[in-house]
C-alpha cells in the first residue's frame, strides 16, 4: 500500500505525518518537537547518556518515561560518553553540551566533567562555499579583498571555519567565515531547546528551581552573539581596552574593513599553543610564572573590569615568544555588573581566608539564598565546603571541587541558579585546568588572595566608599524628580541577579489545543516501536 494511501486509512500517521514533515502543519508543533527529542535522545542512549537522567530521583517521571521510550532496542556503553553524544547530534548541540558543562547541578558532576572536553570541530566546508560567503557579504570577489587566502582551513568548528589569508596591504590575518545554513540549523534546533526546557519546567519541584527555561535563554542569547561575527570583533575590541594596561597579555587588532557579520579579520597570531606544554619548555617559557599570569588575567577580567573571556580554552590560547599570552575566539564573552562583582570579590576573599560568615551574610545580601534560611547555618555548610581545600595546591584539590560542593549545598538552601553566574563558574574552572598542566603545584587561592584583597580594598576602602557616596548622592539629587514619581517602583532593594531576560510563550500541551501530553506519548512511543519493528524486519530480510 503507498504511503500515501496509508496515511489516509490511519488516524496516526494522517495525524502525525504533516508536523514531521514540515508540511501544511505548524513547524513547531509538539509531535515535530517530540520526534526530534526522541531522535536526540536514542543518540544519547547509544552513548549511555540517558542512564543518569533515568536515575536521578529528582528527575520529573513524564522525562523518565521518554528517556525509557527513546533507549528502547539500544545497546548501552558501560562509561557514558556524553561528549560523544553531543558531538554526533550536531552543531547546536555541541555549543549546548558546552553550556551544560557548567551545570553540575542539571547534568550531575560526572557529566558536567566530561562535556568539559567537548571540543567544537567538525569537517570543513568546501572552499568554493566559503568563496561564495565571503564574496556574497562583502559584495566584491575575494581577490579585491585579500592577496592571498589558504583555500586550507586552520581550525573549522560547529559555527564557522578559519582561514589564513594575508590582505592586499600585505598583513597577515586569520578571517572566520559563518558555516552557510548555520543561523537556520540553530534557529531549528533552539526552538526545540525552548519547547523542551518549558515543558519541564513546568513538572515543577526540583526543575523548577534549576531554571531550565533560564538556561536555555542564556544559551540562546550566547548562540546569537557568536553568529553575528561583528559583536565578536566589538567583544574583541572591548576587552582589548580593558586589559591595554596588563603586561603579558594581548588581544589580535581586528580589520573592521575586512569584518561584517559573516566574516570576521583580524591579526594572525604567531605562538605556541598553551596547551604544548613541551614546546613551551623547549622555547625557555617560564611555566609557573605562565600559570599565574592567566590567573591574574582572568581575575582582572572578571572582578576589575566585568567583562571577560568566557572560553578561555586550550586552543584559544596561544603563547608568543617573548611569553605573552594571546587570546582568540571573543563569541562568547561574561559579564557581571558592579555590585555583584564586589559580592563576587569578597565571596572569594571570605572562602580564601576564612571568613565563611562574611561568605553567607553575602549570599543574603545578594537575595541568593532566601532570607527564611539560617545565616549561621548557612556558614557552617559553607566551611563543610572551603575548609578541606585551604592551604591546598590544585593537585589535591581544587577550585572545580569547590564548585561542585557548592552546587551540592544548593538545594537544601532553596538557592536558585544565578544565570549571570555561569559562564563565570565554567571559565574559573578552565582557567583552573589550564593553570593546572603549565604548573601541578599552584595553589589558586594563594595566587588569587593578593588580587582580590588590593581590588576590595581599592574598591570598598574607606576613600572608594566615600567617593562613591559622593557621586551617588549628585547623581540621585539631579534625579528628584524622576525619584520621586518612581519611589515605589524603586524603593524595595534589589538582589545581584540582574533581571531574567524575556522568555519565549511555549504553549505547554497540557494546556488545551492541539495533542493532549499522553497521547503525544502514546504517539512517540508507538513511532518509536513501529521503527524498531521496521529496523527488525530489514534485519531479517522480510522486508
Avoid at 542564556?218 to 580593558?242: G, H, M, P, Y
Avoid at 510563550?505 to 508507538?526: N, Q, R, T
Wanted: charged share 25%; no cysteine.
Amino acid at each position: 500500500m503507498p504511503v500515501s494511501a496509508r496515511r489516509r486509512s490511519n488516524p496516526f500517521l494522517a495525524d502525525l505525518w504533516p508536523s514531521i514533515r514540515g508540511g501544511k502543519s505548524d513547524v513547531t508543533s509538539p509531535a515535530k518537537h517530540i520526534w526530534r527529542l526522541l531522535a536526540w535522545g536514542r543518540t544519547l542512549a547509544r552513548h549511555g547518556a540517558l542512564r543518569g537522567i533515568e536515575n536521578d530521583p529528582n528527575t520529573p517521571v513524564q522525562v523518565k518515561r521518554l528517556a525509557r521510550i527513546a533507549r528502547i532496542g539500544t545497546r548501552q556503553p558501560k562509561e557514558p560518553d556524553y561528549a560523544g553524544a553531543f558531538r554526533a547530534i550536531g552543531p547546536a548541540a555541541i555549543k549546548l553540551g558546552q553550556t551544560l558543562a557548567t551545570r553540575p547541578d542539571i547534568v550531575g558532576e560526572d557529566a558536567a566533567r566530561n562535556l568539559l572536553t567537548l571540543q567544537d570541530s567538525l569537517p570543513p566546508v568546501p572552499f568554493e562555499q566559503i568563496r561564495q560567503s565571503v564574496e556574497a557579504s562583502f559584495g566584491q570577489p575575494l581577490e579585491a579583498l585579500f592577496a592571498e587566502f589558504d583555500p586550507e582551513p586552520v581550525g573549522a568548528a560547529s559555527i564557522a571555519q578559519v582561514h589564513r589569508a594575508r590582505t592586499i596591504e600585505g598583513r597577515d590575518v586569520a578571517v572566520k567565515v559563518l558555516r552557510p545554513g548555520v543561523r537556520e540549523r540553530f534557529a531549528r534546533d533552539i526552538a526545540t531547546y525552548e519547547w523542551g526546557a518549558a515543558h519541564l519546567e513546568a513538572f515543577g519541584g526540583e526543575a523548577t528551581r534549576l531554571r531550565p527555561r533560564l538556561t536555555i535563554a542564556n544559551f540562546k542569547r550566547w548562540t546569537n552573539r557568536e553568529l553575528d561575527l561583528r559583536r565578536e570583533a566589538a567583544s574583541a575590541s572591548e576587552l582589548a581596552e580593558a586589559m591595554g594596561g596588563v603586561e603579558g597579555y594581548r588581544i589580535p587588532d581586528i580589520d573592521w574593513d575586512r569584518t561584517n557579520g559573516r566574516v570576521l579579520t583580524l591579526e594572525w597570531v604567531d605562538g605556541v599553543k598553551i596547551s604544548e606544554i613541551d614546546r613551551l619548555r623547549e622555547a625557555g617559557h617560564d611555566l609557573p610564572a605562565l600559570a599565574n599570569r592567566l590567573v591574574l588575567a582572568f581575575l582582572k577580567q572578571a572582578i576589575s573590569a566585568g567583562f571577560f573571556h568566557a572560553d578561555m580554552h586550550q586552543g584559544n590560547l596561544f603563547v608568543r615568544p617573548d611569553g605573552t599570552i594571546v587570546a582568540i575566539d571573543f563569541g562568547i564573552m561574561g559579564r557581571i555588573d558592579r555590585r555583584a562583582r564586589q559580592w563576587l570579590a569578597e565571596i572569594l576573599y571570605g572562602l580564601t581566608t576564612g571568613n565563611y560568615r562574611r561568605v553567607a551574610e553575602i549570599h543574603f545580601e545578594a537575595q541568593y539564598v532566601p532570607s527564611h534560611h539560617s545565616v549561621d547555618e548557612f556558614a557552617t555548610a559553607l566551611r563543610a565546603v572551603g575548609e578541606p581545600m585551604r592551604g591546598k595546591p590544585v593537585s589535591e584539590l581544587s577550585v572545580g571541587q569547590m564548585l561542585d560542593g557548592l552546587f551540592a549545598i544548593t538545594r537544601d538552601f532553596d538557592m536558585q541558579t544565578q544565570p549571570h553566574l555561569l559562564l563565570l563558574q565554567k571559565t574559573m574552572v578552565m582557567v583552573e585546568g589550564i593553570a593546572t598542566q603549565l604548573n601541578p603545584a599552584i595553589n589558586m587561592w594563594d595566587v588569587s588572595a593578593p588580587f582580590v584583597r588590593d581590588w576590595i580594598r581599592d574598591e570598598l576602602g574607606p576613600e572608594a566608599a566615600l567617593a562613591d557616596r559622593i557621586r551617588e548622592d549628585g547623581e540621585t539629587l539631579l534625579r528628584v524628580p524622576a525619584l520621586v514619581r518612581r519611589l515605589e517602583e524603586l524603593f524595595p532593594p534589589r538582589g545581584g541577579a540582574p533581571e531574567p531576560p524575556p522568555l519565549p510563550e511555549i504553549h505547554l500541551m497540557w494546556e488545551g489545543g492541539g495533542l493532549g501530553f499522553l497521547k503525544v506519548l502514546s504517539y512517540a512511543a508507538a513511532v518509536a516501536a513501529g521503527a524498531m519493528a521496521v529496523g527488525a524486519l530489514h534485519i531479517t530480510g522480510l522486508i
